[in-house]
């Protein structure tokens, strides 16, 4: 193989052209594509940067790349340690301009993403959504790897720079020199290189997309054609195609092992960055060889109908078998997924995989589950290990803050307890189950903590399941041996392995309130889960109880997190039916930015597959104390209903919306509705279920009888320490029933209702309106209105107690029934009740604060 030159030679191979060379070269490339240029624009050819490329170009991602093959570059020893120091300050400064440049390329690259995916819904888009998807696959992922590694490398920069500023002493400044660690930047940026992987394996398709698009369309042929920058500081602008944009990216990734062996051979062996800059080198190189090996591969392996086997997916699952968990790396190729055992080598040799197992994509079967209840052991011992990492990770932030020279072994030791208790956790914190059962009787069992990741899994395999491609039996030996070059994850999703003192993420109480979506195809029962980043010493997951079956849910709940180095936050809304696996239907992220966020609320409309999504966000920053153990929900039954709203953040109670709900959905023609009681022991169940978790009570509710439903909404008023219409208002209703006119009197109660606290007024008012609803149907329930205020009036009102405070006279008991009744009667029959008011609205903030994602 030949030798690619360096990053300065090809500088001065460059350097050999003129403006009007590359212009020219320009011309052809447009002109052999059929595409003619005007004379006008040959007048501005002093303007133009090289913004196309060779056809050849595009055709050697169909080959193999270009890749280095040289060992670790030795360290040179003509030059002072002076010099070798001098000349990486330079290899760093030219890095961070072209790292400057490449992130101006992927922002215009981006600039038209949001506009045509907002084009994409509408009747005359100009590119589809799956075009929108193809066309710009992986490039926003890269544009933050390397948003990142800019960031931090400037910083690191300007911080030397102001030292070298300050300090006079020559000396003191070569001190400095070696104190320039960079390393990690690198390193953690080369570990995200896997991300050009999916975006040189769909770079032909972008491509595709771009031309066919550009000569079809004259909307889209205008933008592709001018995509103009702004270079820096200055005012001049650069001209780009669209596909020249697109080609940025693959040029940029065979550039990194050319940039990394410059950066090594000017730094010293013994300096701290050594060491870290050779892995960097080692992954950039294995990953570049790991492409050629695949493109190798699709050429010896032909599936049925012509395709070629692929790596599509790779990651770490935790693989259940005879009982136990272990931590795996799956590989999901065209045809197969193969499940292998990560062997980690020592220093100087490779990495290597052990075959576990592998199934046919072919006839695969996928079935999704919420795991079973962790037993109180377990959950005591994920505990355990959670309050040690906080432990662990507080002790070594309040070391680097009182001394930032804090000794980097004692710094290494920590990170790696924290990494080691973290993937406990990853392999113990199980939440879901994907069952994957194969036509051949094999079955295996993945296990996730998060929704989220199985569903991307479950999507990629069952896309790949529904082509029926035959399987060419792989030679295993071979290719699990590949899997270490093919690879594009390089380690578990560890998030201490790269956290730091990132002050963009979020620690402190995250508050989500679901509120209702539209956009479902069928009436279904649906929930929403909602999932959080970050260190996980506290839960990082919850859900929305199931909605009534309805094609418009409702939820009005709000859900809260402790959140500490959060940056992501993930929804998703599954449709819950009844003996059938629950099914997603779609999901989303939401980018957490602290300098966005606050105590307010910031209302968000997320799209979910075909579903839209409305919920707020407001963000509380402090400082976090240690987990606590399993966290219970404050009851419900027998507190007062201001306490339950006010904890619940609604109006009206859940366990009032949810009965209704489950009253009006399958007990309106009930007959007695309201009057027969149900089961006791399953009244005491669904109470105690409300009592302790929210969701699995309405779970409870969905196939609970009817009557004990009906029972359960009874027995919530009956046992409110204080009754829903204040004891108070007792006498002034007692006389408002003495007037005699009927509207005089309506007026009078109304006015009277008007003074109870709001969470009081709304919730007696949705009750009302229920009940008259109920009502509409007395000729088959039987349940006339006075027939349900005699059932709800004692549970809904009381005279004052004598001797607590209260001066009136006391009333008969007779007198106090009959007083209950005629109140409650009497509001049932009023035409025009105000409407309740569910929840307190999460949209404070001003409108054009909503945003749509």
């Known amino acids: 193989?030949?030798?690619?030159?360096?990053?300065?030679?090809?500088?001065?191979?460059?350097?050999?052209?003129?403006?009007?060379?590359?212009?020219?070269?320009?011309?052809?490339?447009?002109?052999?594509?059929?595409?003619?240029?005007?004379?006008?624009?040959?007048?501005?050819?002093?303007?133009l940067e090289e913004d196309v490329f060779p056809e050849e170009a595009v055709s050697c991602f169909l080959s193999p790349l270009n890749t280095e093959s040289v060992d670790f570059p030795d360290t040179p020893t003509t030059c002072s340690k002076e010099e070798w120091l001098e000349r990486r300050l330079t290899v760093l400064k030219g890095i961070l301009e072209s790292e400057e440049i490449y992130l101006r390329e992927l922002d215009t690259l981006l600039m038209p993403m949001k506009a045509l995916r907002a084009s994409a819904g509408t009747s005359q888009p100009v590119l589809s959504s799956q075009q929108v998807q193809t066309v710009f696959y992986q490039v926003p992922e890269l544009r933050d790897v390397h948003q990142t590694?800019?960031?931090?490398?400037?910083?690191?920069?300007?911080?030397?720079?102001?030292?070298?500023?300050s300090t006079g002493n020559e000396t003191e400044i070569r001190c400095r020199g070696f104190e320039l660690v960079v390393g990690d930047l690198f390193q953690k940026m080369v570990s995200q290189i896997g991300l050009y992987g999916g975006f040189i394996e769909n770079y032909v398709k972008a491509v595709e997309v771009v031309r066919k698009c550009t000569h079809s369309d004259p909307r889209f042929r205008t933008l592709a054609e001018s995509m103009m920058s702004n270079n820096g500081t200055d005012k001049a602008r650069t001209t780009y195609t669209f596909e020249a944009l697109l080609y940025k990216p693959l040029d940029r990734v065979t550039k990194t092992t050319l940039v990394l062996q410059d950066l090594l051979k000017t730094t010293p062996t013994e300096h701290r960055d050594y060491t870290a800059l050779q892995e960097a080198l080692r992954l950039s190189r294995s990953f570049l060889s790991g492409v050629n090996e695949s493109s190798q591969s699709k050429r010896e392996v032909t599936l049925s109908r012509g395709m070629r086997r692929q790596l599509m997916r790779d990651g770490f699952v935790v693989d259940v078998s005879e009982g136990e968990r272990s931590l795996r790396h799956l590989f999901l190729y065209t045809d197969l997924l193969l499940c292998t055992r990560f062997k980690h080598a020592n220093r100087g040799k490779q990495d290597q995989y052990r075959f576990c197992w592998y199934l046919p994509l072919a006839g695969l079967k996928l079935r999704w589950v919420a795991d079973k209840e962790r037993p109180p052991e377990t959950n005591a011992r994920l505990h355990n290990i959670r309050t040690k990492m906080y432990v662990l990770r507080q002790q070594l932030l309040q070391q680097l803050r009182q001394n930032p020279k804090t000794s980097r072994s004692l710094a290494a030791r920590s990170q790696k307890k924290l990494e080691q208790m973290e993937l406990m956790l990853?392999?113990?914190?199980?939440?879901?189950r994907l069952e994957l059962h194969s036509p051949s009787g094999k079955s295996h069992a993945l296990l996730f903590s998060s929704l989220y990741e199985l569903e991307e899994w479950r999507q990629a395999i069952h896309k790949l399941t529904t082509t029926n491609i035959e399987t060419v039996p792989p030679d295993l030996l071979t290719l699990t041996s590949s899997c270490v070059k093919l690879r594009m994850t390089q380690q578990p999703p560890l998030h201490s392995t790269n956290a730091g003192l990132n002050e963009e993420s979020l620690c402190g109480t995250l508050s989500v309130a679901i509120d209702s979506a539209v956009g479902l195809q069928e009436p279904a029962c649906v929930y929403v889960c909602v999932e959080v980043d970050g260190f996980k010493f506290y839960d990082q997951q919850t859900q929305t109880h199931s909605s009534v079956l309805s094609l418009n849910p409702h939820w009005d709940q709000e859900l809260s997190f402790q959140v500490d180095g959060a940056q992501n936050l993930r929804v998703l809304c599954v449709s819950q039916s009844n003996g059938q696996d629950d099914t997603v239907l779609g999901k989303n992220?939401?980018?957490?930015?602290?300098?966005t966020l606050n105590k307010r609320w910031k209302k968000q409309t997320l799209q979910l597959g075909q579903v839209e999504l409305t919920l707020s966000l407001k963000y509380c920053p402090h400082p976090l104390g240690p987990p606590s153990s399993t966290v219970q929900q404050p009851p419900i039954f027998g507190v007062p209903i201001e306490t339950v709203a006010k904890q619940e953040g609604v109006l009206v109670p859940h366990v009032v919306r949810c009965c209704v709900e489950e009253v009006e959905r399958r007990g309106m023609d009930e007959v007695g509705i309201y009057r027969i009681s149900g089961t006791t022991s399953e009244i005491s169940m669904l109470k105690a279920a409300f009592n302790t978790n929210l969701r699995e009570a309405v779970t409870k509710l969905r196939s609970a009888e009817v009557n004990a439903v009906s029972g359960v909404l009874k027995l919530y008023f009956r046992e409110l320490p204080e009754p829903l219409i204040p004891t108070e208002l007792f006498q002034s209703l007692t006389r408002s029933l003495d007037i005699q006119d009927q509207n005089p009197r309506l007026v009078s109660m109304l006015s009277l209702l008007q003074?109870?606290?709001?969470?009081?007024?709304?919730?007696?008012?949705?009750?009302?309106?229920?009940?008259?609803?109920?009502?509409e149907r007395q000729h088959i329930n039987k349940m006339s209105l006075l027939n349900l205020a005699t059932v709800f009036g004692p549970s809904l009102l009381r005279p004052p107690v004598a001797g607590q405070g209260h001066l009136g006279p006391t009333v008969d008991i007779s007198q106090e029934v009959v007083v209950q009744v005629q109140v409650v009667f009497s509001y049932l029959q009023c035409n025009n009740l105000p409407e309740a008011q569910l929840s307190l609205p999460h949209d404070s903030d001003t409108e054009d604060e909503a945003t749509h994602i």
């Not at 360096?6 to 001065?12: D, G, I, P, V």
């Not at 992220?589 to 300098?595: E, F, H, I, N, R």
């Not at 003074?755 to 009502?775: E, G, M, W």
């Open 589 to 595: 992220t939401v980018k957490l930015d602290s300098k």
């Open 755 to 775: 003074s109870c606290p709001d969470a009081n007024r709304h919730t007696f008012l949705y009750l009302l309106h229920h009940l008259q609803r109920v009502s």
């Open 149 to 165: 590694f800019y960031t931090g490398l400037k910083a690191r920069l300007s911080a030397y720079d102001q030292t070298e500023i």
């Open 1 to 47: 193989m030949l030798r690619t030159a360096t990053l300065s030679q090809r500088a001065e191979e460059r350097a050999c052209f003129s403006a009007m060379d590359v212009y020219q070269e320009a011309v052809q490339y447009l002109e052999s594509q059929n595409i003619p240029v005007s004379a006008a624009v040959a007048e501005e050819a002093d303007v």
């Open 426 to 432: 990853l392999t113990h914190l199980i939440a879901y």
